[in-house]
């Protein structure tokens, strides 16, 4: 295992071979890269590094952390992939599943500060690896519940044999899902909010735009404990007039990180389906991931804050690690970093570049998405992509190792790039369920006979396509 501390003697060490290896690289064909090899990787991050006897996954690694209720829906679909390609049998499978369940329902819930892992149904955003208590004053999320969420309803809609164990998954995941009081969670209004925490209530931020919320809407509409009303999606949809606009590509709902067009995606095939406002504009949100794809690729193109490594096959900003926090002139020009910060095209991006944002789009643009992850790993070779696929993120314009006194967060391989030396969760998981759904459609398929997703999507008005 890689420490923080050992990552800088360690990059030292490769660094040399992986110039040499990036030197070698550049003649290969832009299409050479093992899918296969990146799906198993990534897949093998969430079976080794969760909890087996709880199956809660790590917010990431090798840092010791808490675990990310994201992550958990994350590894919750990332099992049944494994299943299917044959690297876990399907007990295998079904019994981390199980625990992972089991936690969740007998998890102590209530409006208490400390002690409890969530209340009203939905969990706090981090908590402790090994009980499942709320990780110091991390707040009651909404979307993180929703992401775990993603992971309960597709394990119900796999797990669907008639033994014990696979009724007792599907029980556990109803009992989960309606015990979320989505109601509650309207606190001010009139959208649904981000959370609440038992010092100070409902935080003030809410859903109201275009984002990775829109599995949450379509939840909190099918639930059928806690229903809200239809007419909060025409609230909410009226809003992407907001984000409409063909900045760097065609015209589309945009929202700058590429995690916010692939987070609802990863569970919910929204081709060819479409509600009044998307029938109005022509498209469906499958079509307008694709446009923003192809509208950060545009980006990195354009480049207009000449950035180092930017071009057609190496690009993609979204959430993720980043260098640290400060300010440097290179190269003649003042350029600002940061740490972990959710990048766009013209917001907030500082050069850092994350695998996750073009692997997580492969389902949408595999014409650009293939060559990109080819490129980069010719390119930047080990430095960057390792026993568990990519690492999180890379900066290639900090490559100079007079800078590392500046790094905070990972370490500069000479020559190469700053190099991330922790891989995320919530990254890693749109990386292996979209080039699952990508390959055979196998989330997708399941998830179209969710009832609660079903339900929300014809309340908020979605027809076409294989709703029929």
Known sequence: MITRRQFGG???AF??????????????AAGAFDLGDLERRTFDWFWDTGNPANGLVPDRWPTKSFS??????????????GAERGWISRAQARGRTLATLRFFANAPMGPEPAGRTGHKGFFYHFIDMENGRRFETTELSSIDTTLLLGGVLFAAQYFDRPDADEAEIRRLAT???????????????PFIGMGWKPESGFISSQWDRYNEATLLYLLALGSPTFPVHPRIWGRYSRNFDLSWGDVWGPKHIQFPPLFGHQYSHVWVDFKGIADPWLRRKGIDLFENSRRATVAQRNYAIANPRRWRGYDANVWGLTACDGPGDFRRNIGGRGREFFSYSARGPGDRDDGTLAPTAAAGSIAFAPEIVLPALAAMQARYGAAIYGRYGFFD??????????????????AIVPGVAWVDDDILGIDQGPIVAMIANYRDGLIWRRMRGSAPVVAGLRKAGFAGGWLG
């Not at 071979?17 to 290969?28: D, K, L, T, V």
């Not at 990310?68 to 992939?81: D, E, H, K």
């Not at 009992?175 to 209004?189: H, Q, S, T």
């Open 10 to 12: 360690y990059a030292a």
């Open 15 to 28: 660094g040399a071979a992986a110039i040499s290896g990036c030197a070698s690289a550049q003649g290969r």
């Open 68 to 81: 990310s209720i994201a992550a958990v829906g994350f590894g919750l679909t990332a099992y049944p992939i």
């Open 175 to 189: 009992r989960l899902n309606d015990a979320v009081d989505w109601r509650w969670m309207l606190g001010r209004g």
């Open 393 to 410: 993120s890379f900066n290639p314009t900090l490559a100079d190792p007079a800078l590392a006194p500046l790094i905070r967060e990972g």
